[in-house]
T-cell receptor, first 113, second 113 residues
Framework: SQQGEEDPQALSIQEGENATMNCSYKTSINNLQWYRQNSGRGLVHLILIRSNEREKHSGRLRVTLDTSKKSSSLLITASRAADTASYFCATDGTTDSWGKLQFGAGTQVVVTP | DGGITQSPKYLFRKEGQNVTLSCEQNLNHDAMYWYRQDPGQGLRLIYYSQIVNDFQKGDIAEGYSVSREKKESFPLTVTSAQKNPTAFYLC????????????FGPGTRLTVT
């Protein structure tokens, strides 16, 4: 079953604008990860945020985590055409001792020049 | 170059035939995974392996089989018992359990007619 749900399903912005997408999940987690997938390709890991962290940055990416609301957001600042991709959140639930990841359905982002 | 390779990129089969998808990694990772992705959806876990000679069913294992005889290799067989095998198949690996980032291969698109 998919634990993470991304919102919105699709997002269209112009180069230079910021893109924000959200992920909600249902059960307690150890960590939450974000991945990017270009069309027809494998996933690429972007960032991992642990349950005791509230915010994390990596380059133009900013991730927040609110465990009380069971939600996370991914912000891409100053977007570029190369950021066009699908973005997935993946959670590692505390009920699974080995930590299998549960992926959401993704947010499809299109950045137009 | 370190990474994960999947072959072939595209695979076509007739209904009723078994087909084996290859996945090889040279990252020295203990854990390996197989996911299925359908259009517009997230990833669903088929099988995973924590260590050589051991593997576990994921969420949608019916109609699939795997082996893990070598650390580097985790082939997936899609059997004729899989009712809807046409999909994009992704292999991944990680140092160990799901609490670490996963590295993905480029995927194999299987079409069964």
């Amino acid at each position: 079953s998919q634990q993470g749900e991304e919102d919105p399903q699709a997002l269209s912005i112009q180069e230079g604008e910021n893109a924000t997408m959200n992920c909600s999940y249902k059960t307690s987690i150890n960590n939450l990860q974000w991945y990017r997938q270009n069309s027809g390709r494998g996933l690429v890991h972007l960032i991992l945020i642990r349950s005791n962290e509230r915010e994390k940055h990596s380059g133009r990416l900013r991730v927040t985590l609110d465990t009380s609301k069971k939600s996370s957001s991914l912000l891409i600042t100053a977007s570029r055409a190369a950021d066009t991709a699908s973005y997935f959140c993946a959670t590692d639930g505390t009920t699974d001792s080995w930590g299998k990841l549960q992926f959401g359905a993704g947010t499809q982002v299109v950045v137009t020049p | 170059d370190g990474g994960i390779t999947q072959s072939p990129k595209y695979l076509f089969r007739k209904e009723g035939q078994n087909v084996t998808l290859s996945c090889e990694q040279n990252l020295n990772h203990d854990a390996m995974y197989w996911y299925r992705q359908d259009p517009g959806q997230g990833l669903r876990l088929i099988y995973y392996s924590q260590i050589v000679n051991d593997f576990q069913k994921g969420d949608i294992a019916e109609g699939y089989s795997v082996s893990r005889e070598k650390k580097e290799s985790f082939p997936l067989t899609v059997t004729s018992a899989q009712k809807n095998p046409t999909a994009f198949y992704l292999c991944a690996s990680s140092i160990t359990g799901g609490r670490y980032e996963q590295y993905f291969g480029p995927g194999t698109r299987l079409t069964v007619t």
